[in-house]
């Protein structure tokens, strides 16, 4: 810790906080605020060389450290107790070559700034539904979003990265670091920036539809076969339908995001007539706005720190035996607001890598969320028992159906299995890791190799 305290004081620029600081209390939570883990000291690196000169610092101190982005991690894994938080949050520039539909973005860079910086310049990227999320972390792990349909995950938007690795070294990552950050994420080194490409998507049709809450379980049976109609039609690429149950403004209901990707919005107003037959709404949002506007509703909507945890399950379908245990459980969801569950499809161009990676999972599945939140710690004991009843019911159904593993950030340690999920890129992503990070530096990651 010595050498450590000596590098931050001959580096007065690089801001840190200690557990007596003023600022420690506001520097430390992330978006779970029943986070156990207890850091010795948050450092801000401001540059590469700035991460580079800590790493060295602390690997030759054998000091344990993490790495954090937007804080986002659902079991508080950019943590570490008693270790050392680099906390990425000062690296956040995004720098645009419009002309080669690229953009350069800093480690830190949270959904929602990396939109509003984008919109400038008439472009976008796919991105986390909740814009509070860290691009990096959502990205680098694989990255579902409402435009991932139309323009694929976030590992395939990864062009280049900007690394600090296991020495201390700044580098570009060549091909098969790349490959192995493509959905093995930060497991290779501290990502200072990412060359990430972007698309010339200014206005697209987006929003929310809030269908009356009615028989709950009902409606989402009902939804969910039109949905399987629409299925066997054919869904559109451009095409974005993200089904949710909150406690929304009209109480506990089905909340569906709409989301076309397209600057002909003329045929996306078919697709949202369509879909609000499905059933009485009770209020729609979707309008004609930017990607930078539909994220700040989207903001509104989820708490910024929350007590919490997530439940999480791939399947290949939505099948009558799953939509029965929606059904049921749904329903009783608690009454607080911050309580959500979620059912999404990973389809289209989410499935067709365009860059080489080690993101797995990419076939035809719906990601489930059974996400307890809560204001408070004793709140949140009751949401628990709720969403353990309903992910063990989900559990309980035909194993067939069930994706060969879950998606890791959604994932807690204990329940995840690498070999497993990685399969076949499992063996070749240890070899990447022997040949970058020998030593395990960075083994304080979602993905522990
Ligand atoms: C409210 C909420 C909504 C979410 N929505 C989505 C969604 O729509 N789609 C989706 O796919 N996922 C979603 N997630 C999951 C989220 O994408 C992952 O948990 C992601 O890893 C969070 O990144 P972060 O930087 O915010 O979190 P952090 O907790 O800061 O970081 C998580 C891990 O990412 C790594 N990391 C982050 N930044 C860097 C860096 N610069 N260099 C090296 N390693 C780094 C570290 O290993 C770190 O432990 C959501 C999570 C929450 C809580």
Redesign the pocket.
Known sequence: MEQLTKFLSENTHIHYATPQSPDYTELRP???LNVREVPAMIVRPRSAEDIAGLISVLTANDLPF?????????Y????IHEGITID?RE?SHVEVEVENLTARVG??V?SMSLLKALEVHGVTTP????P???????A???????LSATCGM?VDQILGAK?IDARGSIRDADETMLTAIRGG???F????ELKIKVYALNQVLAGAIIYNPGDLGERIHHFNMKYWELKEEGIPSRLTVYQSVMNGPVGKSLVVLFMWASADTEEGQKWLSRISSWGPVAVNTVTVQSLADFNAITDSM?PKHTYGT?YSLCLHQLTPEVLDVIAEHAPLQPNNPEVIFTAHEVRAEALKPSLTNVFINRIPHFTIEVIPMAASAEKLEENLVWAQKFIAALKSTDPRNFVQSN?P??TSTNDLDLKMYYGSYYNDLKKIKQQYDPDNV?K????RL
């Open positions: 992330g978006f779970i993490s790495v954090r982005g937007g804080g986002h991690d659902m508080g894994r950019s943590q990425m690296i480690g830190g949270i991105h986390s539904v909740t509070t999320v860290g691009y990096t972390g959502w680098i792990h694989g990255g579902y979003g409402l976030g690394v994420g930060g497991a080194g501290v990502i200072y989820v997530m998606y950030p959604l960075f304080h990651t979602v993905i």
